[in-house]
């Protein structure tokens, strides 16, 4: 038996991460660094990304694209294929949550919720699974959320879509794991970044939601490198499917 340590290794391994601009997706994009895989990390903010580069240094590379623009996710596997080869891993971080009540909810607000939560994830997994198969190993993560599974209030569009992650995970689990590939989500709870800042902008709402937890507090940043590189490593080559919520135990009360 090796070091089991060398599971969670990620040399030599590329990956994609979508949302890479701030908050989780940058969270779990330097938590691959860390583990020695290059990072190609995709958002709207350029500037956000050039800080990032500056950051992490030749390991990474940030890609400025819409990936709520659906006819251009082809394009886009191309260009995130450039600097460091097709990549291995794949993680979809971003996502919006318009916080529309059911009664002001609006076509463009609902589109624009699927397309970037939904579509863009499955259509660019799409476009790279190819390059996966060929080398017989991949690793997809998806971002669920409390939502897949709980209702809030003014979630309707986003929880609709967060619900549709978990079913989307494992139809891609059955479609391409035999290939080598999983496919699995991530669950988070409540983590202090952009899409949750009126949460923790009001104490005692963000005192309610730690209250819910198991644990007894909301989380930290820091919460979230195991759960991100057990999906993205060796280490999970026999979980796919899967909806791993990092949550607290919110979801278990």
Request: some cysteine; proline content about 4%; aromatic content about 8%.
């Amino acid at each position: 038996m090796g070091d089991p340590r060398d599971l969670f290794d990620l040399a030599g391994r590329v990956a994609c991460v979508t949302g890479a601009s701030s908050g989780l997706g940058q969270r779990a994009a330097n938590a691959l660094v860390a583990a020695g895989a290059k990072v190609v990390g995709v958002a709207r903010r350029q500037d956000h990304l050039s800080a990032w580069e500056n950051q992490q240094g030749a390991q990474v590379k940030g890609v400025a694209w819409d990936v709520s623009v659906r006819d251009s996710l082809g394009a886009l596997a191309e260009v995130v294929s450039d600097p460091f080869g097709a990549p291995d891993i794949l993680i979809h971080a971003a996502g919006i949550n318009t916080r529309e009540a059911a009664d002001d909810v609006t076509p463009e607000g609902w589109d624009m919720t699927l397309s970037l939560n939904l579509s863009a994830p499955f259509f660019l997994s799409q476009a790279l699974v190819p390059a996966m198969k060929a080398k017989g190993w991949g690793r997809i993560v998806n971002f669920a959320s409390l939502q897949t599974t709980r209702a809030f209030p003014g979630g309707i569009a986003y929880g609709s879509t967060k619900a549709g992650v978990a079913q989307m995970t494992r139809a891609m689990a059955e479609a391409w794991s035999r290939f080598g590939i999983t496919a699995n989500a991530l669950g988070p709870g409540f983590f202090p970044t952009e899409l949750t800042a009126a949460v923790f902008d009001d104490p005692d709402r963000a005192e309610r939601n730690a209250a819910q937890t198991c644990i007894g507090r909301n989380g930290a940043m820091e919460d979230l490198d195991g759960p991100i590189l057990f999906l993205c490593s060796d280490a999970s080559a026999y979980v796919t499917g899967q909806v791993l919520m990092v949550d607290g135990g919110f979801t278990a009360k």
